[in-house]
């Protein structure tokens, strides 16, 4: 237990189809994170929330939106997806938004886009 | 560009000592992380190297050469519990972080 919960845990969707990804954390952290991993490549960051406002947008496309109500919770909205979307969303935190600070992860979402 | 090399799996013997290489190519340096992250399970921290050196924690141990864009995890004492990917991350010098596609380690009996 990292003290960040994803949920759900595995997700199976439609490419006309509309969900979302929830993250919440438990550590009283001020920066989080999304993440996109696939299989054998390298983690590529996704957004970066610092205090609720969006500081990094790493070019993502914008069927991918992101939400952050408050500094404990983090959801990814997902809109007309493509099958290259697949893969584990892993969601951070850490106490500030310096990227010197350890980074906290969640155990990720599986999504399959068919 | 920016460039983390490390290699994709390693299998080692339980008890035996492994080495997993890191080396970057990165605009910059301000500290390497090493995380371990299990199967189907978060990625966890297992250190921050920023200057050179060997720092050791336990059965893991860390090493950097930031004159050769080099760094190793060193694990010992081996256990079936440390198969896992262990992931190389380094900090630019904007303080991105530009990760390594990982490397999964077997661990076998």
């Known amino acids: 237990e990292t003290g960040v919960t994803q949920t759900p845990r595995h997700l199976v969707m439609g490419m006309t189809n509309k969900k979302s990804l929830k993250c919440e954390q438990h550590?009283?952290?001020?920066?989080m994170y999304w993440y996109k991993q696939s299989a054998k490549k390298p983690l590529e960051l996704m957004f970066v929330?610092?205090?609720?406002?969006?500081?990094e947008n790493n070019s993502v496309p914008s069927r991918f939106s992101p939400e952050c109500p408050n500094s404990s919770h983090l959801f990814l909205h997902l809109h007309t997806l493509q099958p290259e979307d697949s893969a584990l969303y892993l969601c951070?935190?850490?106490?500030?938004?310096?990227?010197?600070?350890?980074?906290?992860f969640g155990p990720g979402t599986r999504l399959t886009v068919l | 560009g920016q460039n983390i090399d490390q290699p994709t799996e390693m299998t080692a013997t339980e008890g035996a000592i492994v080495q997993i290489n890191c080396t970057y190519q990165?605009?910059?340096?301000?500290?390497l992380f090493w995380y371990q992250q299990h199967a189907g399970e978060a990625p966890t921290f297992l250190s921050y190297n920023v200057l050179d050196g060997l720092e050791e924690k336990g059965r893991f141990s860390s090493f950097l050469s930031r004159s050769k864009g080099y760094s190793y995890l060193l694990l010992k004492e081996l256990q079936m519990k440390d198969s896992a990917s262990y992931l190389c991350a380094v900090l630019d010098s904007n303080y991105q972080l530009i990760w390594g596609a990982g490397t999964k380690l077997i661990i076998k009996p």
């Open positions: 990165t605009s910059g340096f301000n500290g």
């Open positions: 929330y610092s205090l609720e406002e969006r500081v």
């Open positions: 951070a935190s850490s106490q500030g938004d310096r990227h010197t600070d350890t980074q906290y």
């Open positions: 550590l009283g952290h001020n920066a």
